[in-house]
């Protein structure tokens, strides 16, 4: 029952709105991309806020632990996130 | 003694460093600005030391180039100290670093910098508590103003004088542990010794795995094969990549570790940060105010530079006349100080005006915190020339002068973007190249055609730009960018950056100019430039089109891009260029100068930054790109 709870509000960073709140389920991609993300401080588990949206393929700009980061659109599109609101 | 100053990327360590160091090290409001350790000797209480300003990174565990880099350099010639220099306000993320520090056997004592924009964020820190938990003396600074600086000196003095043993170490998960001390008990003691670092840290990298210690070890297949193993049971109980494993822990241990020692109160009201954002980043309104920026600030260093050039001419003009009075005529020492004061004149009456506006605008910019935001606004944009929106800085740079825009080429993670960008920056006219583009172009065929070169600019540009992407089609791993918040900038270390940068540029560009300048005269001296012109006919006079005579002012171009402009009449013996050149040579000669090879100071630059063959290939691009370039605008305009 919960992993399909979670199939339905799963999705990924890239494509939030600006205001919508998620969790970061999982980092998917290559090791260049998961260390540099964790680097920022995503880590699973961890509670983002979204800044500015993606608008033509420009980052997406979120707050995570107090601090302000801009993520290009292809590594956001492997940030794993569940919606909160 | 060696005290290293580290922490992650806009921490404040190059600030704090210039506050005690005599302002040596580039600050800006961006992350990763310093990318070679910088070093001065400081003297606190009569004890001297050396500081050592590490460049930014966030994990010990990083793959980035520049990461890698530092953590080498830590290996080859160990600190006696490490201030762990900590951003107060992004203190949750900022432990991670310092719990592979404890790790390191290094000791150190923690700067809780920036305590004042944690404040603003509501962020309240017992720093007692954390010195209390991290066993070593927690300092509190903002290094911006000089608060508590001289105290953390003190601090870490002490240290070296009575150091600190930590008892404790943070320790992970169970199961975790277990394949760290596992693979521990495998490491012999002589192989740790010969790494120079604990066998808990050992494991931990062979853990994650840190593919260059692995490459330091191939004579121990029992422990890389015990390693890996352990890798891969970890992964098949976490389901997750081993390093995410590990990064998670640590990021749980320092969400931990940040609960007990800070209190967060968050008010419901947006920061100015958070209002202002709104609309600096928005999809519509921030590039708006991106343009009105741009020819603001251009407006101002063109006015500016133009004001201060012309009585700085006129000032070097007499003092060539004077020592050609001194000295006698057609001698080698008159043409030597002709060239002399010829370079000098280049050096400190063309560029410097020029040069000296820029940097404190973009000083300005810098310390307020905009460029991260041009970035984002940049970034869609610049990846359908397959970079990302941080090579926008070296690219706003390269309009003002070449050499600086190079140096933050250094912003770029893959040597492969730093090679994109170094052609491409090379491409943009500087103000040196805006001089040519105006004297001949502007001058004598209109505004029109002269901004008609610049849309010309853009387009090769984008050309080119295109073209690499599909010759160098690596993928970038895209952006991904601290935006710090805004800050009023500080006016002292704003000049103080200033001063630095025009230096940095004195150092590397002047001797150049002045040699080059003087190397020029004797070809004069000699009558050497018709040997020069007859061997580049083939080149000038055919293939181009134009005069033979410009080929010696193609050469003094090497040196200084408008110095060939400044040739151009003494080699055609008329200051009506006009009457010697048609509208179409004018053009082709224009596009042809601009283009060529960069100046001397960029290459010595560029071969610092992106090695001496990629400089070698970029000459030889920007070469052919001229020619081509040339010739397809004597084509076009008719012959």
Known sequence: MVTEKKAMTSTTLEILTQGQQATILEIRGGRSIRSRLSGQGLHPGDHIRVVQSSHLGGPIVIEIHDVTTAIGRGMASAVEVEVIR | MRIALVGQPNCGKSTLFNRVAGYKSLSANYPSTTCEPTTSPVALDGQTFELVDMPGFYSLASTEPDEV????????????????????????????????ITELGIPFLVCLNMMDEAQRKGVVIDSAHLARDLEVPVVATTASSGKGVAELFRAALAVTQAPVHRQGTFFMSADVEGAISELSSHIPSAVAAQTGISARLMAIRLLEPDDELIARLPDQPALLDAAAQLRQHLEQTHGRPSDVVLSSERHALALNL????????????????????????????????????????????????????????????????????????????????????????????????????FFVLLALLEDVGYIPRIAVLMDSALHRIGLHGKAIIPFVLGYGC??????????????????????????????????????????????????????????????????????????????VLEVPSYKAPALKSLLNKVWYRIKEFI???????????????????????????????????????LPAEVGITLISGLLRKELAIAMLGQALGTTQIDTVMSSTQLVVYTAFSVYYVPCLATLAMLQKVIGLRQTIGVALATTVIATLLALGLRLILGW
Not at chain 2, 258 to 278: G, I, M, N
Request: hydrophobic fraction near 50%.
């Open chain 2, 402 to 479: 070449t050499v600086p825009a190079v140096m933050s080429l250094r912003l770029l993670e893959s040597s492969r973007d730093r090679l994109v960008g170094g052609l491409l920056v090379n491409l943009i006219p500087c103000a040196a190249r805006t001089t040519i583009i105006f004297a001949l172009v502007g001058f004598y065929l209109g505004p029109g055609p002269a901004l008609g070169f610049y849309a010309l600019n853009l387009l090769v540009v984008v050309t080119v730009g295109r073209l690499l992407f599909h010759l160098l089609p690596e993928a970038t791993p895209g952006m």
């Open chain 2, 507 to 545: 150092v590397i560009a002047w001797p150049i100019l002045i040699v080059g300048s003087i190397a020029l005269s004797l070809l004069e001296y000699f009558d050497l430039a018709g040997l020069i012109n007859r061997a580049l006919a083939p080149f000038t006079r055919t293939l181009l089109g």
């Open chain 2, 258 to 357: 940040f609960e007990h020692v800070a209190k967060v109160r968050r008010s419901s009201a947006p920061t100015v940060t958070q209002s202002l954002d709104r609309f600096v980043m928005h999809p519509y309104w921030g590039p708006a105010l991106l343009l009105l920026t741009l020819i603001v600030f251009f407006s101002l260093v063109f006015g500016v530079g133009h004001l201060l050039e012309t009585p700085l001419l006129s000032g070097f003009e007499r003092l060539g006349q004077y020592l050609a009075r001194l000295l006698p005529r057609h001698s080698l020492w008159a043409s030597i100080a002709g060239g002399l004061v010829q370079g000098l004149a280049g050096g400190i009456g063309m560029v410097l005006p020029y040069l000296l506006p």
């Open chain 2, 69 to 100: 880099c530092t953590i080498k350099n830590f290996s080859d010639r160990k600190p006696d100290l490490l201030i762990n220099v900590i951003d107060a306000s992004a203190l949750g993320r900022s432990l991670e670093l310092t719990l592979e």
